[in-house]
Nanobody
Framework: QVQLVESGGGLVQPGGSLRLSCATS????????IAWFRQAPGKEREAISC????????YYPDSVQGRFTISRDNAKNTVYLQMNSLKPEDTAVYYC????????????????????WGQGTQVTVSS
């Protein structure tokens, strides 16, 4: 049974940091491209960090470039999202996702490209 379980969300002040974790099971983690998406109220779900199965290719939109870092630990079947310099507009539910990687450089960015999803974790940035 495939499972992706996010943790680490919460309330943080503007300028603060959070580290999200996504523990996975039920599939061969190192064969899969991974990603973090987020969805704010009234907005579409968007990809904010993606990493290829090889770990050599990453994607960040301009909105989080330089502030967010995705990483993976294949030994622990876990993906992380380090979020620094958080802003109120980062407030959203954050989801991790995975898809079979194909080549080690495959890096999908669309919600529809991903097969497996976690349940989400709330991040609120507010003073």
């Amino acid at each position: 049974q495939v499972q992706l379980v996010e943790s680490g969300g919460g309330l943080v002040q503007p300028g603060g940091s959070l580290r999200l974790s996504c523990a996975t099971s039920g599939f061969i983690f190192n064969y899969y491209a991974i990603a973090w998406f987020r969805q704010a109220p009234g907005k579409e779900r968007e990809a904010i960090s993606c990493m290829s199965s090889s770990g050599t290719v990453t994607y960040y939109p301009d909105s989080v470039q330089g502030r967010f870092t995705i990483s993976r630990d294949n030994a622990k079947n876990t993906v992380y999202l380090q979020m620094n310099s958080l802003k109120p507009e980062d407030t959203a539910v954050y989801y991790c996702a995975a898809v079979r990687g194909g080549s080690g450089y495959y890096l999908p960015r669309l919600q529809s490209d991903y097969d497996y999803w976690g349940q989400g974790t709330q991040v609120t940035v507010s003073s």
